[in-house]
């Protein structure tokens, strides 16, 4: 089946520097890949959506000049959170369609990184 | 998309069915319903999707009532494993370029 796959698991990183975070399709073309943002005890909230070899898509509130995105292939997508605060910690989750598995709307979701910024 | 209910925590001891609802009352006639889960610190599993018939698959089954404006989904035997948040998605087929939104869904804890 399909498998994305996610990198960094987890990363403690300083306030102030940039954590960048991979989102590979290991077995299947993604020309759209989503980000999503988890924090404790709360449901996923879209952040953006990535588009390869166009610009990303953000949802309303999302700043895109903190959270860069890059879809440069149709296996990759990184997001990259910029000078990450304590209240950028959270757990980040990456999805993509393989629509050979039954539709739109069927997503297959990374492991998830979890991002602590101190 | 339209909006569903679902309740926020069930139990069921392991080993028997686990039956989680979803109300989706606003439903129209081309939106599918999907459920996915999220086990802990991991990131959302699909389950199973619908129109109108039943669906069945290898990890559960999904019963849609005749009006559609509720649906079911059956974990047959449940085992340990299967504690996670179920979301209960109700979505067009072609959903455009748009991500899925998840709700608060269902925290399904199976007792031993």
């Given amino acids: ?118 | 998309d339209a909006k569903t209910t679902q309740p926020p925590s069930m139990d069921c001891a392991e080993g028997r069915a686990a039956n989680l609802p979803c109300n989706h009352s606003t439903i129209s006639g081309n939106e599918y319903v999907y459920w996915y889960r999220q086990i802990h610190s991991q990131g959302p599993q699909y389950i199973i999707h619908g129109l109108k018939n039943n669906e069945t698959n290898e990890m559960a089954s999904l019963i849609i009532t005749e009006d559609r404006k509720s649906s079911t989904l059956i974990l047959p035997h449940a085992t340990l494993r299967d504690t996670a948040v179920y979301y209960c998605i109700v979505r067009v087929e072609g959903g455009g370029a748009d991500g899925l939104t998840f709700g608060k869904g269902t925290h399904l804890i199976i007792q031993p």
């Fill in chain 1, 1 to 118: 089946g399909a498998v994305v796959s996610q990198h960094p698991s987890w990363v403690i990183c300083k306030s102030g520097t940039s954590v960048k975070i991979e989102c590979r399709s290991l077995d299947f073309q993604a020309t759209t890949m989503f980000w999503y943002r988890q924090f404790p005890k709360q449901s996923l909230m879209l952040m953006a959506t990535s588009n390869e070899g166009s610009k990303a898509t953000y949802e309303q509130g999302v700043e895109k000049d903190k959270f860069l995105i890059n879809h440069a292939s149709l296996t990759l997508s990184t997001l990259t959170v910029t000078s990450a605060h304590p209240e950028d910690s959270s757990f980040y989750i990456c999805s993509a369609r393989d629509r050979g598995l039954g539709g739109a709307n069927v997503l297959t979701f990374g492991a998830g990184s979890r991002l602590t910024v101190l």
